[in-house]
Each structure stands twice: as C-alpha cells, then as structure tokens.
C-alpha cells in the first residue's frame, strides 16, 4: 500500500523569503501522480501544484515550485518570496495512475506553515 | 462557474442519530470523492461515485453509505453515529474522462456527534 509521510508537522518564514515544505512517499509503483494542496482557515483545499511520475522536469507555477526525486521518493514543494496569504496547512497527495484503476487520493498528515510579518 | 458546494456547512448531532451530507460537484465534473479529515489529520479516502455506482472504497464501515444522483450531486449518509465520526467531511468532484483526474474539493460539513 502506498503511503505519504509529511515529517514537519510546523513551518515558519519571514516575508518574501523562501521555505521549503518536505513529502516522501512510498510506493512500488512507476507511474502515479504527485500534488501539493493548501488548506486555509477557511478549510477549502486548493490545488498547488501537481507532477507526472513519468516527467522528469520540476512542475513550477509562479512562485511555487517542486523538486521530484523520483528514486529518492521524495517531492518537497518550495515556495518562493513567501505573503502573508501563503500561511495555512498543507498536504502532499499521491495518487496512482489512472490506468490502475484506483482513484482515490492519499494525504500526508500536512504541514502548518506560517508566514511572520 | 460555481465550484464544489456542500450543504450544511456545520452540523451537530447525538451517538445513534444518523446525518446526511450533500455535495454538488463543480460544473462539467462527473465524479464525486468523499474524505473524512479529522482534527489535525490529512483527508482520509471514503468512497467514490462515478456513474452512479460506487467505484472504489476505502477502509470504512458499512455505517457510511452514499449515492450518486443522476445530475452528478452526491450525498453521504453515516448510520449509528459514535463520537469518533466527529470530523470534517470533505466532497471533491472531478471528470474522469482526463488522465490527471485533478480532484477539486468543497469547503467541507463539520459534524459534531456529542
């Protein structure tokens, strides 16, 4: 069975500096999909960002990137010149290849990051 | 373009009631996925609707039951309530036509069983 580990229950960041939120994953599977959510106050979780197992190159959406190492079984997510809106929790998911017929989405236990002024 | 809406927002219920939760999934959205969030937890996988037939299951008990609508809206239903329910339950929809199968979630329903 698969399973995502998020081992930084806390994080803190100075404004408009750059922070780094750690996710490992276990899985005997070669292809799966990787994703980064964010959970605020107002519980809604949005989509960070998101990775293809088989896509060598790092996903990057603005001021969010990834760094997959796919051997290592690693996908820590970087954010970038850090605001006062990026302070919620967040969750790595993995989940497995559509092909494989399971569907379901498996979460980490999260990270609370907060953003200091 | 409205997105995931579920209804209510919070609820409150006693040991042995039972509770329906409802979601309406995003426009276009043919799938539905249900989670359980405890407090201080990731989401935990319920099940999920496609079609109007449950397609997968996670590790729950027959106490949680659900139903996909014609329209795509889907509810959950939880059976002889026990203190450890008390939980946030989170719906996403998504289409499962694609291969990322991107799930887009709702604000979620909070019960409290007391």
């Known amino acids: 069975a698969q399973t995502v580990t998020q081992s930084q229950p806390e994080m803190s960041v100075q404004e408009a500096e750059t922070v780094t939120l750690s996710c490992t994953y276990d899985?005997?599977?070669?292809?799966?999909?990787l994703f980064w959510y964010k959970q605020p106050p107002s519980r809604q979780m949005i989509l960070v960002i998101r990775?293809?197992?088989?896509?060598?190159q790092n996903a990057t959406e603005n001021r969010f990137s990834v760094n997959f190492q796919k051997a290592a079984k690693s996908f820590s997510l970087k954010i970038s010149d850090s605001q006062l809106g990026d302070a919620a929790m967040y969750f790595c998911?993995?989940?497995?290849?559509?092909?494989?017929?399971?569907?379901?989405?498996?979460f980490g236990t999260g990270t609370r990051l907060k953003v200091l002024a | 373009d409205a997105g995931v809406t579920q209804s209510p927002t919070h609820l409150i219920k006693t040991r042995g009631q039972q509770v329906t939760l409802r979601c309406s999934p995003k426009?276009?959205?043919?799938?539905v996925s249900w989670y359980q969030q405890a407090l201080g937890q990731g989401p935990q996988f319920i099940f999920q609707?496609?079609?109007?037939?449950?397609?997968q299951r996670g590790n729950f008990p027959d106490r949680f039951s659900g139903h996909q609508f014609p329209n795509y809206s889907s509810e959950l239903n939880v059976n002889a309530l026990l203190l450890g329910d008390s939980a946030l339950y989170l719906c996403?929809?998504?289409?499962?036509?694609?291969?990322?199968?991107?799930?887009?979630f709702g604000a979620g329903t909070r019960l409290s069983v007391l």
């Open positions: 996403a929809s998504s289409l499962s036509a694609t291969g990322w199968n991107i799930q887009y």
């Open positions: 899985t005997s599977e070669s292809d799966y999909y």
């Open positions: 990775q293809e197992a088989y896509k060598q």
């Open positions: 998911a993995y989940r497995s290849a559509f092909t494989s017929g399971t569907y379901k989405y498996i």
């Open positions: 426009s276009g959205h043919d799938t």
């Open positions: 609707y496609y079609e109007e037939e449950e397609r």
